[in-house]
């Protein structure tokens, strides 16, 4: 019943700058730390970013720091992935998921519950 939408994503120039979000519905997601991650075809599934918002805590992969920023208003959904500064090595489909990690973790084995993803596009 639970289930997990990414949206968001698209066609964008390197440079640019787009806005992912995660909408959550069947289940109550106040306490659950809410992780991003990605995909690029051939590879391994990436950690992106993690913040569990009651604990106060984000972490962010090391190939994003400084560009993209996850964030939630409150402890409702959804949740948003702001990713500036674009580059081509970005593209892959996002992923959200939902986990219950007090330490918003890294690895995907962490996280019971994700969307089925959305394409993000970095041209050159």
């Known amino acids: 019943q639970v289930q997990l939408v990414e949206s968001g994503g698209g066609l964008m120039q390197a440079g640019g700058s787009l806005r992912l979000s995660c909408a959550a519905s069947?289940?109550?997601?106040?306490?659950?730390?809410m992780g991003w991650f990605r995909q690029a075809p051939g590879k391994e599934r990436e950690f992106v970013a993690a913040?569990?918002?009651?604990?106060?805590?984000?972490n962010y992969g090391d190939s994003v720091k400084g560009r993209f920023t996850t964030s939630r208003d409150n402890a409702k959904n959804p949740v948003f992935l702001q990713m500036n500064n674009l580059k081509p090595e970005d593209t892959a489909i996002y992923y959200c998921?939902?986990?219950?990690?007090?330490?918003?973790?890294?690895?995907?084995?962490?996280?019971?519950?994700w969307g089925q993803g959305t394409q993000v596009t970095v041209s050159s």
């Open positions: 069947g289940g109550t997601f106040g306490d659950y730390t």
């Open positions: 998921a939902a986990g219950d990690p007090f330490i918003p973790g890294r690895s995907s084995r962490e996280y019971a519950y």
């Open positions: 913040t569990n918002w009651r604990n106060r805590i984000t």
